[in-house]
């Protein structure tokens, strides 16, 4: 499933052709996705000039001068095809300006596209459930200990817990924990100040790194180019089971966690 890198860099891609510009056509093929497509979309969307795109969590948005705001998730497989050459069979809604044509493709139908009143946005229920943004301003050293600190759940499972941070997923919280030191299976409660510390830096480094790579590409995930990512070269424990540590030379261990996989290395993260 697509995460904050993936999100962060498909909006980024699209974002040329709909910034400013006015949405000439938007056409729905398939209404029935993870949840259904509101009936008034076509409607609220054609004719609306897109004002700015971003993203929160693990959404991509897109804003309207008519004080409409788009909420899409990729879900599983959905990828957003940048002026696609020819029509694909799970090109499921089409949006069109005057730079070139944008397509939603989604084999698996678990994305989803939600419409919403720009000002109440924060209230929409997936959007309101999102904790602070790990690149954000309120994310620091202080909110990782007020997240693990009383707890007895693993670290690991707090951190994916996009209540209490958004957007986090599970490559990249194997990621920053193997940076930051940290087992996966430790406990929030026995975090100290300093670990809390480390993990406020890593995080968000292993965040931009990703972001500047284009994302991972695993399965499904490319770019709205067509581009694939390149952070999944630069993995250093996600993937590797039983193969060598790039720190110390300990083969790398796999654990399922919450029917996750958590990987790790058994002498670096303590």
Not at 73 to 100: A, C, I, Q, W, Y
Not at 169 to 195: H, S
Not at 250 to 266: E, G, K, L, Y
């Amino acid at each position: 499933m697509p995460e904050l890198p993936e999100v962060e860099t498909t909006m980024r891609g699209v974002a040329p052709l709909l910034v400013g510009e006015r949405l000439t056509a938007v056409e729905v093929r398939r209404p029935d996705l993870r949840w259904p497509i509101p009936p008034d979309f076509r409607q609220r969307l054609q004719g609306a000039v897109v004002t700015s795109v971003g993203r929160r969590a693990k959404y991509g948005l897109m804003h309207t001068d008519r004080g409409d705001s788009v909420i899409l998730h990729l879900g599983m497989s959905g990828r957003l095809r940048l002026n696609p050459d020819r029509d694909e069979k799970h090109d499921h809604v089409l949006f069109e300006t005057g730079k070139g044509r944008i397509a939603l493709n989604d084999a698996r139908r678990f994305g989803s596209l939600h419409i919403v009143e720009t000002d109440r946005l924060e209230t929409q229920p997936l959007i309101a459930a999102c904790g602070p943004e790990p690149l954000g301003p309120e994310f620091g050293a202080a909110h990782v200990r007020s997240v693990t600190k009383d707890s007895l759940s693993p670290v690991k499972a707090l951190l994916l817990d996009g209540r209490r941070i958004a957007g986090l997923g599970n490559i990249y919280v194997c990621e920053a924990l193997f940076e930051a030191g940290i087992r996966p299976t430790r406990k929030g409660a026995r975090l100290t100040k300093a670990d809390a510390g480390r993990l406020a830096q890593t995080i968000p480094a292993v965040l931009s790194r990703a972001i500047a790579a284009g994302g991972s590409s695993l399965r499904d995930y490319a770019q709205p180019s067509g581009e694939l990512g390149y952070f999944q070269h630069d993995f250093r424990v996600y993937g590797r089971e039983r193969e060598p540590c790039h720190r110390c030379g300990t083969a790398i261990r796999r654990i399922v966690q919450s029917a996750r996989s958590s990987f790790f290395c058994p002498s670096c993260q303590t």
